[in-house]
């Protein structure tokens, strides 16, 4: 998908208050600073469309963009915050759950994990409690620029083992970068899929 319109519609901590119901949307998630906003700025070729930080816990609610009028994304805030109190985590974790198995023009949740290190318990915990709700999903293997290609590869694995103690079947996989666009067309591709379906 080409790009030439993308705006940010606002931001919610409760998924019931949220508006723009009428267009399919596709929600990016993962463990805090795992380089969300970063992707989705690469998605749609915008620099700061998605606030980014060094810091993990930079998006602290729901946040929506409309794309091209066709689409919808969804930042969510990233999972595993470690500088944040057990209420505010509870809080996050709330607002996550609300949303995934409330909001009715969800498609698609793309999981983004870091391939740089060995599959996380937070990671594969999450990606099975959303298995257990037939959410629709996606995982993308993030920041991929930064290792060769053997390493992604055992990393893949290493993410494939560890689901398939649960899983019949693991979900589609994605290899990313948001430094040079590596993955951008095959996710536009599933989104242009989805909703032609």
């Not at 508006?19 to 600073?33: D, T, Y």
């Not at 990233?78 to 409330?102: C, D, E, H, P, T």
């Not at 398939?164 to 693991?170: A, P, Q, R, Y």
């Amino acid at each position: 998908m080409k790009v030439n319109s993308a705006k940010y519609l606002g931001s919610w901590e409760k998924s019931d208050e949220m508006s723009n119901e009428k267009l399919p949307e596709f929600a990016f998630i993962g463990r805090s600073n795992v380089g969300k906003s970063s992707l989705i700025n690469m998605l749609t070729e915008r620099k700061e469309l998605a606030r980014t930080s060094s810091k993990p816990g930079k998006t602290q609610m729901l946040n929506l963009y409309n794309i091209e009028d066709r689409v919808q994304i969804c930042d969510l805030p990233g999972y595993g915050y470690a500088k944040v109190s057990k209420g505010m985590r509870k809080k996050f974790q709330l607002m996550i759950r609300n949303y995934l198995l409330n909001r009715s023009n969800l498609y698609c949740l793309f999981v983004l994990v870091d391939l740089r290190i060995p599959p996380q318990e937070m990671d594969i915990d999450f990606i099975n409690d959303c298995g257990a709700n037939e959410i629709p999903m996606i995982l993308i293997g993030t920041k991929a620029d930064k290792l060769k290609t053997e390493e992604i590869e055992a990393s893949k694995t290493a993410i494939a083992d560890k689901l398939l103690e649960v899983w019949e079947e693991i979900p589609p996989f994605i290899t990313s970068s948001s430094n040079v666009g590596l993955g951008k067309n095959e996710i536009w591709q599933v989104v242009e899929e989805a909703i032609k379906n």
